[in-house]
């Protein structure tokens, strides 16, 4: 048994999703879209924010540990020293653990785009 044919339609039928209709020339604001955040793109955005704030974060606490550790200078006053040298160990710390956080952003950023 042979199915028959079916005819074709030469018209396109085309849809808009929730989020593209906020984002007409004609508004002057823009509208906040919750939906949008639930989304593929939406993910990526919020995921980019994230990625460039570790990003960041980790460049400007290296710079202040660097800086932090070049100030260090043994002195006659230990208790100075002391405090100078666990304040640049600390730094380094968090430095490590925004380094750290910027690399597991990048990673889950890298898993969601698409290839």
Request: glycine content about 4%.
């Amino acid at each position: 048994m042979e199915e028959p044919q079916r005819v074709r339609s030469h018209t396109v039928t085309t849809t808009a999703s929730s989020f593209a209709e906020n984002f007409s020339t004609s508004s002057s604001s823009f509208a906040y879209d919750r939906e949008f955040l639930r989304t593929l793109p939406g993910l990526l955005i919020v995921a980019e924010i994230g990625l460039w704030f570790n990003g960041s974060a980790f460049v400007l606490y290296l710079s202040a540990a660097v800086v932090d550790a070049s100030s260090v200078s043994p002195e006659r006053d230990s208790h100075n020293f002391n405090s100078w040298a666990a304040s640049s160990f600390f730094a380094f710390l968090v430095t490590i653990c925004y380094a750290g956080n910027t690399y597991f952003s990048f990673v889950a950023w890298r898993s969601r785009t698409v290839q």
